[in-house]
């Protein structure tokens, strides 16, 4: 898919005020009063600030995916999810981070490392991006080390059982699932099917 611009893509919206509603290190959100290129007003558009976002879809050298499970209040369930978080402020590479975030969550770490896919969680509402990052040949390297507000179980599922666990529904966070789609697309390109 190309980030080069179109000849008839829309112009960016003018901002005539922003205000800042809250400033939290989870919640930052703000209004904006913005004119559309046609003349409209938005008297109040709401935006919510984020920090990156990064994921690590890891893969064990015998084709595992270190996979995590924890309790989310948003939505008051448990699910499948990759290991994952946010950036903190001293963090100068995305890919660091993601390393950080695995090795926190799972234990697990090394291997080769590649970005995989950049997401937005909801562009029109939303500054911020999702980095995830594949990484292959991963290996228990320590005990994982969960922040206080993380109880996270975690499992290793095979590459080949993937699949089936995201079509009965064990996963249900979006960001999660396109790069797994992903990874099952390159493992099948591989594969040769």
């Known amino acids: 898919m190309s980030h080069d611009p179109f ?20 919640y930052t959100v703000r209004v904006d009063r913005v004119e559309l290129p046609s003349g409209n007003v938005i008297p109040k558009y709401w935006v919510n600030e984020y920090p990156p976002w990064v994921n690590a879809v890891a893969l064990t050298d015998d084709d595992r995916v270190v996979l995590i ?31 950080r975030e695995l090795l926190e969550e799972t234990g697990y770490g090394g291997g080769r490392w590649s970005p995989l896919m950049t997401l937005s ?15 292959e040949g991963v290996s228990l390297q320590a005990a994982p080390a969960p922040e206080a507000s993380e109880d996270i179980r975690v499992h290793l599922v095979p590459l080949a059982q993937l ?22 697309l390159q493992w099948r390109r591989r594969a040769g099917g």
């Open 69 to 99: 499970r924890q309790y989310r209040h948003g939505i008051g369930q448990v699910h499948f999810e990759i290991p994952a978080g946010t950036t903190d402020p001293e963090d100068t590479s995305l890919e660091r981070a993601a390393r």
């Open 121 to 135: 969680a909801n562009p029109a509402l939303q500054n911020n991006l999702a980095y995830t990052f594949l990484a």
């Open 7 to 26: 000849d008839d893509d829309p112009a960016p919206w003018k901002v005539l005020t922003r205000e800042y509603l809250a400033r939290e290190l989870w």
């Open 163 to 184: 699949e089936a666990l995201i079509d009965r529904g064990g996963f249900l966070q979006a960001l999660h699932i396109a790069p797994l789609q992903c990874l099952l």
